[in-house]
């Protein structure tokens, strides 16, 4: 049994009460938050927190990859209120979740479930992969952790990363990522654009909006 298995402990939420609403109608909700307004920053804070909400999750991180294609992912956002681009450990820790099922452009899960050769979609996500992030995460806040890539117009843009009490339907969480990938690549396009034009500064980054820092004389998004 690996450390990951042995030091397991209890999460401190509870999971979130089971809710009427259809799965269709969650997504719906979740697409709200995305759409919004307020530009990025604003709209994955909102989505996270949604999504945490929705499947009792300890927290939701999300991760974005630079336009362009960059190699480094930027943690965007996390559910828990915590700043994202705060240099701590738990950060650190969710954005290397999110960089693993990125770079492998994979959905993973650790622990295991000890059924998961019953589930029909969980056989697809845990064959040979590399899941040492997941286990690192586990390793110090227990539970299990979920990490999803998120793609848009066939690319890879992110990843999203999921630690809650106990395994969640994964199926319902990559049907969400799903969703949320085109949405939140047009934000991010939205945000650089935004920034390229010039023009009136964008929304800083302590008000929670798109945030934008000065490069060469021009505004441009922080993410970009």
Not at 6 to 34: F, G, T, W
Not at 142 to 155: M, R, Y
Request: glycine fraction near 12%.
């Amino acid at each position: 049994m690996s450390a990951a298995h042995a030091h397991s402990p209890a999460l401190s939420s509870s999971p979130a009460a089971a809710s009427a609403a259809s799965p269709a109608e969650s997504a719906l909700a979740l697409q709200a938050e995305l759409l919004g307004g307020g530009g990025l920053v604003a709209a994955a804070h909102a989505w996270v927190r949604a999504l945490a909400a929705q499947v009792g999750a300890e927290r939701v991180a999300l991760a974005l990859a630079p336009l362009g294609g960059g190699p480094a992912l930027r943690l965007v956002a996390v559910s828990d209120g915590s700043t994202a681009s705060a240099p701590t450990p738990l950060n650190a820790l969710l954005l290397a979740a999110c960089a693993e099922s990125f770079d492998q452009q994979a959905a993973l899960i650790w622990p295991v479930p000890s059924d998961a050769g019953a589930d029909p979609c969980l056989p697809r996500i845990t064959l040979p992969r590399i899941t040492l992030a997941q286990q690192r995460l586990v390793g110090e806040g227990g539970g299990v952790a979920v990490s999803l890539p998120l793609a848009a117009g066939g690319d890879v843009v992110g990843a999203l990363c999921v630690q809650v009490h106990a395994a969640p339907d994964v199926f319902h969480l990559q049907a969400l990522a799903a969703l949320a990938g085109p949405v939140l690549a047009q934000l991010q396009a939205d945000c650089a654009a935004n920034g390229r034009a010039g023009g009136r500064r964008p929304a800083s980054r302590g008000s929670g909006r798109c945030g934008a820092l000065r490069r060469g004389g021009r505004w441009r998004c922080c993410w970009y």
